[in-house]
T-cell receptor
């Protein structure tokens, strides 16, 4: 089992809809979770992180964490074509915060 | 402006050649990393360094070498022993090192795309 798993997509949603991106992880001891966005040909950038069970909202983005189910998701409300990118879920390596393990990413396509 | 600079942006290599990718940061970050990304795959860690003169192998270190002689610099050499080096290489840094103060945020350079001819 991979340490961090995501559906590769593409996930296609119409403009204005809610995009739901999911990520599962194998290490029950993981305490923090990160979502990075990567536009085609560019480097990743951090958009959200979450430490506690429940929801964390930042603008149109909501991160949801369920540690019991080892599941973290990212919701994007009112999706825009500019949200079209690959979204990478990342979890710190069990040995310390300084090493992140990335999922393969989910490609999101928002069509007008 | 503070940031991470990678060079070259594009690099072509003949089989059997070693090449070195440069990574320089002026963020005063302790930790630096090299990741490799292949099409349709996530980032895989090659090497990381939490402090000057110290570095650790990541998950796919074979065929690569690094040095960390200065805090600002973490060059990656792709050797001829790396059998499939064509990929997108990303250098990153983070605030935390052995101090343990870290939000988990990595700051990435713009990447270097290496193609073997």
């Amino acid at each position: 089992q991979k340490e961090v798993e995501q559906n590769s997509g593409p996930l296609s949603v119409p403009e204005g809809a809610i995009a739901s991106l999911n990520c599962t992880y194998s290490d029950r001891g993981s305490q923090s979770f990160f979502w990075y966005r990567q536009y085609s040909g560019k480097s990743p950038e951090l958009i959200m992180f979450i430490y506690s069970n429940g929801d964390k909202e930042d603008g149109r983005f909501t991160a949801q964490l369920n540690k019991a189910s080892q599941y973290v998701s990212l919701l994007i409300r009112d999706s825009q074509p500019s949200d079209s990118a690959t979204y990478l879920c990342a979890v710190p390596w069990a040995g310390g915060y300084n090493k992140l393990i990335f999922g393969a990413g989910t490609r999101l396509a928002v069509h007008p | 402006d503070g940031g991470i600079t990678q060079s070259p942006k594009y690099l072509f290599r003949k089989e059997g050649q070693n090449v070195t990718l440069s990574c320089e940061q002026n963020l005063n970050h302790d930790a630096m990393y090299w990741y490799r990304q292949d099409p349709g795959q996530g980032l895989r860690l090659i090497y990381y360094s939490q402090i000057v003169n110290d570095f650790q192998k990541g998950d796919i270190a074979e065929g690569y070498s690094v040095s960390r002689e200065k805090k600002e610099s973490f060059p990656l050499t792709v050797t001829s022993a790396q059998k499939n080096p064509t990929a997108f290489y990303l250098c990153a840094s983070s605030i935390g090192g052995l101090t343990g103060v870290n939000t988990g945020e990595l700051f990435f350079g713009e990447g270097s795309r290496l193609t073997v001819l």
